[in-house]
């Protein structure tokens, strides 16, 4: 699921709304001239206070979920550190780790309904080799 419920955390409403007013558009595009299913719609997103997030690839096995969505946690989390401390350079690296755990989940790059399950596979398992080079770097 596409746990993107970051509104509240510090500067974070901005980019979003930013974000958001693109991908809500993006979403309205991709389902345009599709009838619109809405089985499809409810495995492809979620929506929390009128705005549709993408959903997290539903092929991708449980483990490999839990270990993304782990560094997505973290990832987050070290975001709101850093900018309390005002390290912009922290700051990018854990916006690294959120991007990275996000496309690996399919919540963010090419839609993942729109794609085989191997590239998506593949896609996920080189999000992970990426995340945890990032842990045995110290980053």
Known sequence: MGDDGDEGRGGRAAEQHDAGAKGTEAAQEGNAGQGGDAAQDDERW????????????????????????????????????AKRRGDDAAVAEARTRVGLA??????????????????????????????????????
């Open 46 to 81: 979620l929506v929390v206070k009128g705005r549709r997030w993408r959903r997290t690839d539903p092929a991708l096995p449980v483990d490999m979920v839990e270990r993304l969505k782990s560094h997505l946690g973290r990832g987050r989390s070290g975001v709101g550190a």
């Open 102 to 139: 996000k496309h690996g989940l399919g919540e963010r790059g090419p839609r993942w309904w729109e794609e085989p399950e191997e590239a998506r596979l593949q896609r996920a398992r080189e999000a992970l080799t990426d995340l945890d080079a990032l842990d045995e770097s110290g980053t």
